[in-house]
T-cell receptor
């Protein structure tokens, strides 16, 4: 069965410190992985996806198939990065199933 | 304003009553989804639908039912069989191609008393 694991419920860092939000997945095929972010009182929205290999708001994520991980990183955290972050996996083989991890709350302290 | 509309935003119901949450999208998306969001448990998939008149159970479908009679609509019924229905429910949709983003509604808070 497909599964997404985010081991940290809460991550607190100081402003300017590096951030790494962990995400591990289990899926036997080639996964499509995403990071979504939910700011306070806003809808869940896409942050980035692995197929784009892009950097959004300074965040990057690399798919490591050997370790089945898709960790989200930012070299210097900002206070406005405080939010709930969800890692998600899409099953690309036609079923359109889309599952999320339990989320990590990031708090960036001044 | 295009997007996904969920209604109502807040709903109170007595235990034992069925309740239906509405989800409408005008994005012309093929796939639609219902999730339940509980503190510490993230988003759990209830049901999803790839196409009209077809839907599949997600990970926590027991006590819920859906229909997909129109492309733009995917209502969720929370039945009396659902043991712990009080939760925040999110509807989402996406175009039916690999790699595409999923878009969310604003959510519906259901409280059963």
């Amino acid at each position: 069965a497909q599964r997404v694991t985010q081991p940290e419920k809460l991550l607190s860092v100081f402003k300017g410190a590096p951030v790494e939000l962990k995400c591990n997945y289990s899926y036997s095929g080639s996964p499509e992985l995403f990071w979504y972010v939910q700011y306070s009182r806003q809808r869940l929205q896409l942050l980035l996806r692995h197929i784009s290999r892009e950097s959004i708001k300074g965040f990057t994520a690399d798919l490591n198939k050997g370790e089945t991980s898709f960790h989200l990183k930012k070299p210097f955290a900002q206070e406005e990065d405080s939010a709930m972050y969800y890692c998600a996996l899409s099953v690309p083989s036609g079923t359109y199933k889309y599952i999320f991890g339990t989320g990590t709350r990031l708090k960036v302290l001044a | 304003d295009g997007g996904i509309t969920q209604s109502p935003k807040y709903l109170f119901r007595k235990e034992g009553q069925n309740v239906t949450l509405s989800c409408e999208q005008n994005l012309n998306h093929d796939a639609m989804y219902w999730y339940r969001q509980d503190p510490g448990q993230g988003l759990r998939l209830i049901y999803y639908s790839q196409i009209v008149n077809d839907f599949q159970k997600g990970d926590i479908a027991e006590g819920y039912s859906v229909s997909r009679e129109k492309k733009e609509s995917f209502p969720l019924t929370v039945t009396s069989a659902q043991k712990n229905p009080t939760a925040f429910y999110l509807c989402a949709s996406r175009q039916g191609h690999t790699g595409n983003t999923i878009y969310f509604g604003e959510g519906s808070w259901l409280t059963v008393v």
